[in-house]
């Protein structure tokens, strides 16, 4: 797998079009922060770490709108292995006018891309996601 993030999305993605009330994503310590964000921004439901066989991998539960619709709209990785993006603070982009969010890896972890303009820190813009 050359890209795990990229792998986290789709699996994201592709449970949510069949309507799956939880995805299971191989664990790593920045998909975990990754899904943090999303469980405290409203997107995803609640997560669990579980172990399987000497492996980790997170629960996810995916959240739905009443008329069966997933809260996730889009998502997108914007820095890929083959090409990776960075962004000062300033130059960091409000996604779906404000109605989405940026994941920015920083010198002080991943944060949204509200925070990191707040701490006036700059970063390489992970995803987006509205």
């Known amino acids: 797998m050359a890209d795990p993030i990229s792998d986290m ?12 009330e939880m995805v299971d994503i191989p664990h790593s310590r920045i998909k ?7 469980a405290a921004e409203g997107f995803i439901g609640k997560f669990e770490i579980l172990k399987r066989m000497e492996k980790k991998f997170l629960r ?3 959240k739905y709108r009443e008329n069966k619709r997933g809260l996730i709209a889009g998502l ?14 300033r130059s960091l982009f409000k ?7 940026a994941v920015v890896s920083t010198s002080r972890g991943i944060m949204t891309d509200e925070e990191a303009r707040a701490k006036k820190l700059g970063g390489e813009v992970m995803l987006k996601i509205w």
């Open 60 to 62: 996810v539960a995916l």
């Open 32 to 38: 975990e922060e990754i899904v943090k964000i999303l």
């Open 76 to 89: 997108k990785r914007v820095s890929k292995p083959g090409r990776r993006v960075y962004s000062d603070f």
């Open 95 to 101: 996604v779906q006018a404000g109605f989405g969010l």
């Open 9 to 20: 999305l789709s699996r994201i993605k592709n449970a949510q079009g069949i309507r799956a």
